[in-house]
């Protein structure tokens, strides 16, 4: 049974910053595309990182580029989103995620529970 579970989340000021992990298992990260996808309230979710497992490469929503950093340890099955110079925009549930091709369209086929992150000004 493939389980994911964010945990980090929390209150920080803007230019703070933050490190969600995801707890991963049921899945191989060599088989499956990982990423990160928020929700901010009042909005859809969208995608913020994805690892792309066919070819190692990460890649990183505009909004974020720069600023956040999405790591994995493939040995423990964790996955990790260092977010730096944190914006009040960045206020949302942040979730982990995979799929087979989850880089191709953010379309998650396993999600975890979310963990909350709110910055603010």
């Known amino acids: 049974e493939v389980q994911l579970a964010e945990s980090g989340g929390g209150l920080v000021r803007a230019g703070g910053s933050l490190t969600l992990s995801c707890e991963a298992s049921g899945f191989s990260f060599d088989d499956y595309d990982i990423g990160w996808l928020r929700q901010a309230p009042g909005r859809e979710t969208e995608g913020v990182s994805c690892?792309?497992?066919?070819?190692?490469?990460?890649n990183y929503a505009d909004s974020v580029q720069g600023r956040f950093t999405m790591s994995t340890d493939n040995a423990k099955n964790l996955m990790y989103l260092e977010m730096s110079s944190l914006k009040p925009e960045d206020t949302g549930v942040y979730f982990c995620?995979?799929?087979?091709?989850?880089?191709?369209?953010?379309?998650?086929?396993?999600w975890g529970q979310g963990t909350e992150v709110t910055v603010s000004a």
């Open positions: 690892f792309r497992s066919r070819d190692a490469t990460t």
């Open positions: 995620s995979a799929a087979l091709t989850l880089c191709d369209d953010y379309d998650g086929t396993y």
